[in-house]
T-cell receptor
Framework: DTGVSQNPRHKITKRGQNVTFRCDPISEHNRLYWYRQTLGQGPEFLTYFQNEAQLEKSRLLSDRFSAERPKGSFSTLEIQRTEQGDSAMYLC??????????????FGPGTRLTVL | GESVGLHLPTLSVQEGDNSIINCAYSNSASDYFIWYKQESGKGPQFIIDIRSNMDKRQGQRVTVLLNKTVKHLSLQIAATQPGDSAVYFCAGRPMDTGRRALTFGSGTRLQVQP
């Protein structure tokens, strides 16, 4: 399968714990994105990487959130000291830069986080 | 600020009919738009995209129309099938600013009645 994969698919944690999610993009895609989606809402942008460089961050990405893409391939999103308001679906997407054409973002299945 | 929104939260159609899902955007800086389909428990699935230098684009059974004057786009699905039942999102972003963040609307749930 050559789509975007995310692990784990589900994560239940207690408030105050740290969690880490992983995203593996489509293999030749140089751009990788993280979004958050709460029930009944559209995804909200968190951050974006081009290769290993983090080029854009949303105001939603508080200092408890950190994302990395160390070798320009897979990425991790860590949330420290989780809060109940962090409960959401965390979506990863990837795209391939195509010059002046719009680069379509393809999404993975998401990681559903529940903070108790 | 930049926002993308939808007129109706739920649309119910009969199988075989055509569906039209609407979306309004407020920021004229958005000039690249995408429609996504999201089934329960899955990530958004790309359907079709359009740039602001176009007013219509067709795919397989789908057509996207863009009216820049009134900042409105629509997704038309021909001969709607039960497998089309899902939540549909429009999303947009500027093309020439270097920004890549998509701004999504809250979605329209399409229900296809047999």
């Amino acid at each position: 399968d050559t789509g975007v994969s995310q692990n784990p698919r589900h994560k239940i944690t207690k408030r105050g714990q740290n969690v880490t999610f992983r995203c593996d993009p489509i293999s030749e895609h140089n751009r990788l994105y993280w979004y958050r989606q709460t029930l009944g809402q559209g995804p909200e942008f968190l951050t974006y990487f081009q290769n290993e460089a983090q080029l854009e961050k949303s105001r939603l990405l508080s200092d408890r959130f950190s994302a990395e893409r160390p070798k320009g391939s897979f990425s991790t999103l860590e949330i420290q000291r989780t809060e109940q308001g962090d409960s959401a679906m965390y979506l990863c997407a990837s795209s391939l830069e195509r010059g002046t054409m719009g680069d379509t973002q393809y999404f993975g299945p998401g990681t559903r986080l529940t903070v108790l | 600020g930049e926002s993308v929104g939808l007129h109706l939260p739920t649309l119910s159609v009969q199988e075989g009919d055509n569906s039209i899902i609407n979306c309004a955007y407020s920021n004229s800086a958005s000039d690249y738009f995408i429609w996504y389909k999201q089934e329960s428990g899955k990530g958004p699935q790309f359907i079709i995209d359009i740039r602001s230098n176009m007013d219509k684009r067709q795919g397989q059974r789908v057509t996207v129309l863009l009216n820049k004057t009134v900042k409105h786009l629509s997704l038309q699905i021909a001969a709607t099938q039960p497998g089309d039942s899902a939540v549909y999102f429009c999303a947009g972003r500027p093309m020439d600013t270097g920004r890549r963040a998509l701004t999504f609307g809250s979605g329209t749930r399409l229900q296809v009645q047999p």
